[in-house]
Each structure stands twice: as C-alpha cells, then as structure tokens.
C-alpha cells in the first residue's frame, strides 16, 4: 500500500549540480523520518543524508558541504539537492523512509533506487 517513488538522477559533469526527488504515498499516518543513501557496484550501501519529522538533518561525512536534505510535508516528499558532484558520487541512490502507517503501525519502506552518474 504504501510505495516510495524517486526521480531526478541522470548523468552530470563532474563540478555540475542534481536534485533527487521522493515521494511517498499511501495507507500513511505520519513520516517520521527520510533519507538518502547509496550503493556504488561492489560496495556497502552508506548515509548520504536524513531528516526527522522535527526538522533534524544528519549527513554523511563523504558529502558533507556539498548537499542539503529537505522535504516538503504536504507532498511527503524529500528532496536531496547535490552540488560540486565528483565522480566518486556514481551509485545507486535509494530513499528510505521509517512511518506510521494507516493501520498504526511502525514500517521501514525503501524505494526501487534512481542512477547517478558523474563523468570527470
């Protein structure tokens, strides 16, 4: 019932900037907290950055400085703007999002993943 959608990746030029988009939707109560995190080929899948229901933000050490987390309550959407891209930030990006669904109960959804790709 309740489905994870992201969008925006794409190729850039290293140095260029990409805002990635996920929205939620559903049998949905209340988000308690998005994020953000990537899986390039052969490696773990790591923090790029959250955001709680209250506003706090946490972000990874890789890309700290270079991208900011929002979201948008109404839409229950978070947005992960990215600039200064280098090639090191080729992955896989997938959103993650901990709520409270329709039923009342706590759940932990991930989305299908969108392709990042910077060229040097």
């Known amino acids: 019932q309740v489905q994870l959608v992201e969008s925006g990746g794409g190729l850039v030029q290293a140095g260029g900037s990409l805002r990635l988009s996920c929205a939620a939707s559903?049998?949905?109560?209340?988000?308690?907290?998005m994020g953000w995190y990537r899986q390039a080929p052969g490696k773990q899948r790591d923090l790029v950055a959250g955001i709680f229901s209250g506003g706090i933000t946490k972000y990874g050490d890789s890309v700290k400085g270079r991208v900011t987390i929002s979201r948008d309550n109404a839409k229950n959407t978070v947005y992960l703007e990215m600039n200064r891209l280098k090639p090191e930030d080729t992955a896989v990006y997938y959103c993650?999002?901990?709520?409270?669904?329709?039923?009342?109960?706590?759940?932990?959804?991930w989305g299908q993943g969108t392709q990042v790709n910077v060229s040097s």
């Open positions: 993650n999002a901990e709520l409270t669904t329709g039923w009342g109960t706590e759940k932990n959804y």
């Open positions: 559903g049998s949905i109560s209340s988000i308690n907290y």
